[in-house]
């Protein structure tokens, strides 16, 4: 089910992505592989796993949906003190199984490395068919079209009783820009204030739902 009735052509997964109506464009955001590797670097005692956790989950969703591009909003890595021979043996392996060009829109932690793999196809933003194109950060957001964005990693609060509330990832679409959840499973986020006219979206069991002015 596809709740982003404004604009058919792509549809909003539960998973935090979205999938283009071209039938082969998905699209994701904000994964910093190797943060946790960046934390222990500075002695902080942070498990392993989340890199191998986040592009199984990432394969297992171009496999799904028989995906034949792979586009990431931004983000893809954390920091230069997490590019561990290891994640760079999982990202090569990870490539070498999908075997789908991945486009790399560069994020602002991506930009701190002083060197991405060529294999990434680095771009500082991506035109794709039906207006839409790929950026980082919302705020870059120019011209006409629906921009599809990282960066803000938003979450959703909605009150579960007089003192208590429940958070969500959420797709958060404001003005022309669309903002993806992030997809890493060590991200974190950051709970939006919704604007007038916002529109909010969040994943509940498989499917995705728009909530109503009431809950934000």
């Given at each position: 089910?596809?709740?982003?009735?404004?604009?058919?052509?792509?549809?909003?997964?539960?998973?935090?992505?979205?999938?283009?109506?071209?039938?082969?464009?998905?699209?994701?955001?904000?994964?910093?592989?190797?943060?946790?590797?960046?934390?222990?670097?500075?002695?902080?005692?942070?498990?392993?796993?989340?890199?191998?956790?986040?592009?199984?989950?990432?394969?297992?969703?171009?496999?799904?949906?028989?995906?034949s591009?792979?586009?990431?909003?931004?983000?893809?890595?954390?920091?230069?003190?997490?590019?561990?021979?290891?994640?760079?043996?999982?990202?090569?392996?990870f490539?070498?199984?999908i075997?789908?060009?991945?486009?790399?829109?560069?994020?602002?932690?991506?930009?701190?490395?002083?060197?991405?793999?060529?294999?990434?196809?680095?771009?500082?933003?991506?035109?794709?068919?039906?207006?839409?194109?790929?950026?980082?950060?919302?705020?870059?957001?120019?011209?006409?079209?629906?921009?599809?964005?990282?960066?803000?990693?938003?979450?959703?609060?909605?009150?579960?009783?007089?003192?208590?509330?429940?958070?969500?990832?959420?797709?958060?679409?404001?003005?022309?820009?669309?903002?993806?959840?992030?997809?890493?499973?060590?991200?974190?986020?950051?709970?939006?204030?919704?604007?007038?006219?916002?529109?909010?979206?969040?994943?509940?069991?498989?499917?995705?739902?728009?909530?109503?002015?009431?809950?934000?």
């Amino acid at each position: 089910m596809n709740p982003f009735t404004d604009h058919p052509w792509l549809a909003l997964l539960p998973e935090g992505a979205v999938f283009l109506s071209d039938g082969a464009t998905l699209v994701l955001a904000d994964l910093h592989l190797g943060k946790s590797a960046a934390f222990r670097a500075k002695g902080l005692p942070v498990p392993e796993g989340d890199t191998a956790r986040d592009l199984a989950r990432m394969r297992e969703l171009v496999e799904k949906h028989g995906a034949s591009k792979l586009v990431i909003a931004g983000d893809l890595f954390h920091a230069p003190s997490g590019i561990t021979p290891d994640l760079e043996l999982a990202l090569d392996e990870f490539l070498d199984a999908i075997r789908i060009p991945l486009t790399l829109v560069l994020g602002n932690h991506d930009a701190r490395l002083r060197k991405i793999p060529s294999r990434l196809h680095p771009v500082e933003r991506l035109d794709l068919e039906n207006g839409i194109a790929v950026i980082h950060d919302p705020a870059d957001a120019k011209g006409e079209g629906l921009h599809l964005c990282g960066h803000l990693h938003p979450i959703v609060k909605i009150p579960d009783g007089k003192r208590t509330s429940l958070r969500f990832p959420c797709f958060l679409n404001r003005e022309n820009t669309l903002v993806l959840p992030s997809f890493g499973s060590f991200t974190g986020g950051a709970v939006i204030r919704p604007k007038k006219h916002d529109r909010i979206f969040v994943a509940l069991r498989d499917r995705v739902v728009e909530l109503p002015g009431s809950f934000t």
